[in-house]
Structure formats: C-alpha cells, structure tokens
T-cell receptor
C-alpha cells in the first residue's frame, strides 16, 4: 500500500536534547512538508521541500532543521533551540505538476512530541 | 484579518442530519480548495478537492466554492456517528505548493 509513514508515534524529549522525527513516503511524490499542530491553532508550516537537496522555511522554522537527501525521506530535527516543542507533528507529500494544475497534499498519521 | 476563517465548533447534530461546514477567506488569488477530515490522534485525510468555483459531489459529500463571496462549504448528507471528526479547509494559489489551512471545525454526530 502506498502511503506516508511517520515514526515514532510518540516521542519524549529531555531539556537540551535534539530529537529527529522520521517521515518516509512511497508515493513517488516530489514535494514533502512538515507541519506543527497545536490545539486551537490549526496546521502551521515548518519546512517544505520540492526537490532533493533543497528545502524552504515555512512560517515557524525557528528551532527546527530538515534534510532531503532522498526523494522518499524528509526527516525533521527538533533542536534544543525550540523552547516549546510539545505538539503534534504532521508530515505530508504531494506531486508537483506545474503551474497549470495542482495535486493535493496527503498526510501521515503524525508524531506526538512531549517534554520530559 | 486572518487569511482563512473557520468556526471551531463544536457542531453537534443528530444522526441523519444534513451538515454544513464553511470557510471564508480573504485572498482572491486562491484557486484550489480542499476539505480534510481529521480523527483524533490521526493525520488529516483528504475528502474533497475542487478547482475554482462550482460544486463537486462524492457520495454523501458535496463541496461548493463561491469565489465571488470568498466562501466555501462542505455538505454532509445523512450524517453518521462515524463522521464525528474535525474538518479542515485548505486552499492555495496557482503556482504555489504550500497550503493555507483553516483552524478546523469539530463535528459531533450523536446516534
């Protein structure tokens, strides 16, 4: 079955620690995205990547870092600089089909990060 | 003014009711409109995807876009308890790969 796999489902971070959230897709999608979801806040874009070895900051990139070494993988690192990391993190992917059309984003089932 | 406005609810209806969920937006350049359903502790699931104005129907779901009013709607006919979830609207412009989301409306369908 094609889809987006996020792991782990739950993650705990100690003070001063960096943690990495995994996102893998087998949909052959070009673009991948990371969102943060807080209660009552909706989805906020952290980073996105449209092509391997390239990525752009979203609205709330501070305290986060990403890499895109392979088309199917887009890991997110929550660094110790992110002072309020407790949230539900969602990864998404989509096909890019040029200016005239657009394909919707499909989501994984998220990783819930908490502070110890 | 926020780009996309969506009433957070909760919206409580009895089983079998027709549900209307709505979003308003301010950016007239938005051309692509999506509705996602999100169950608790799960990722959003794409329900409907429309381009520009008009209606689109898929089973019990109908999406409507009125670009002149900057208003989109999702109608659910014969609502079921399994429809209880948070519904997110999302939209974007031609040439953009990022989406702008509403904050979601929580729907509760009671048996």
């Amino acid at each position: 079955d094609g889809g987006i796999t996020q792991s782990p489902k739950y993650l705990f971070r100690k003070e001063g620690q960096n943690v990495t959230l995994s996102c893998e897709q087998n949909l052959n999608h070009d673009a991948m995205y990371w969102y943060r979801q807080d209660p009552g806040q909706g989805l906020r874009l952290i980073y996105y990547s449209q092509i391997v070895n390239d990525f752009q900051k979203g609205d709330i990139a501070e305290g986060y870092s990403v890499s895109r070494e392979k088309k199917e993988s887009f890991p997110l690192t929550v660094t110790s600089a992110q002072k309020n990391p407790t949230a539900f993190y969602l990864c998404a992917s989509s096909t890019l089909t040029g200016q005239g059309s657009k394909q919707p984003q499909h989501f994984g089932d998220g990783t819930r990060l908490s502070i110890l | 003014q926020k780009e996309v406005e969506q009433d957070p609810g909760p919206l409580s209806v009895p089983e079998g009711a027709i549900v209307s969920l709505n979003c308003t937006y301010s950016n007239s350049a938005f051309q692509y409109f999506m509705w996602y359903r999100q169950y608790s502790r799960k990722g959003p699931e794409l329900l409907m995807y429309t381009y520009s104005s008009g209606n689109k129907e898929d089973g019990r779901f109908t999406a409507q876009v009125d670009k002149s009013s900057k208003y989109i709607s999702l109608f659910i006919r014969d609502s079921q308890p399994s429809d209880s979830a948070t519904y997110l609207c999302a939209m974007t412009e031609t040439g953009y790969s990022t989406l702008t989301f509403g904050k979601g409306t929580m729907l509760l369908v009671s048996p």
